[in-house]
């Protein structure tokens, strides 16, 4: 087992690149892309017989509920993204539990079974906010991205950072690291989105067996928003977040194909529970 997946499910209207044109009370008026890009992620796993870790906003969930189901019926890990997107950095410590709790029960009740992982909106995980995962009951975060220039994404200073993917944060508590590679010293994204979609694929599939062979094991992760080009296109925002959402949109289904055809996939519990 060395590759794990994972999908962050939200739909286009409510990542953090399109927030300032569109506001939270006009999320229930957008036309909602997500059922049918999922159902497009579920066909491409299942033709390859692969199975992945879903981490889903609590928004989505609630309206949702029976694309939650189909996920977790297919044999997918269900795993939580928090309610409605908001960075952690952004929340106070009792809105964070909240927001957290609200979540993973949204979840269990809809698949009867416990929710164990979490994944932080943009990476924006903070040292306590850990502790408050641990004390909900979760077994492991996915939050930690340490690259260099992105602002938003989160730090946990408490942690010295060692060469492995999956390492224990606390008895029983892990942290599943997004993958990047080391290029002369410098810590560059190699776990999928925009990434992904930007670097050919040929050099990524190497990037891949590189971490692989240094750090044991490699995790990905992709959005539904990724796979659709076809999504309503907001004008009225900052350049380099529009290039951040839409570039190479049209290629992702098909280096998604080809990723799953030269490499064997697997839910980040598989990993955790050995
Ligand atoms: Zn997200």
Sequence with gaps: MKCLLSVDVEDWFQVENLKQAIDKESWDKKTSRVERNIDLILELLDQRNTKATFFILGWIA?????????IHNEGHEIACHGYGHDLVTHLTNDKFRQDVSLTKNILENLIGEEVIGYRAPNFSITDWSIEILISLGFKYDSSLFPIVGHSRYGK????????????????????????????????????????FRLIPYELFKRGIEKITEQKGLYIFYIHPWEFDPGQPKVNNIKLNYKLRHYTNLKTTESKFKRLLKDFNFYRIKDAISI
């Excluded at 609630?62 to 694309?67: A, D």
């Design 62 to 70: 609630e309206r949702h509920p029976l694309v939650i189901k189909k």
């Design 156 to 195: 946990l200073k408490k942690v010295t950072i060692p060469n492995k993917s999956i390492f224990e944060l606390q008895n029983g508590f892990y942290q599943v690291m997004l993958s990047y590679l080391d290029i002369g010293g410098l810590k560059v994204p190699w776990a999928g989105g925009l990434y």
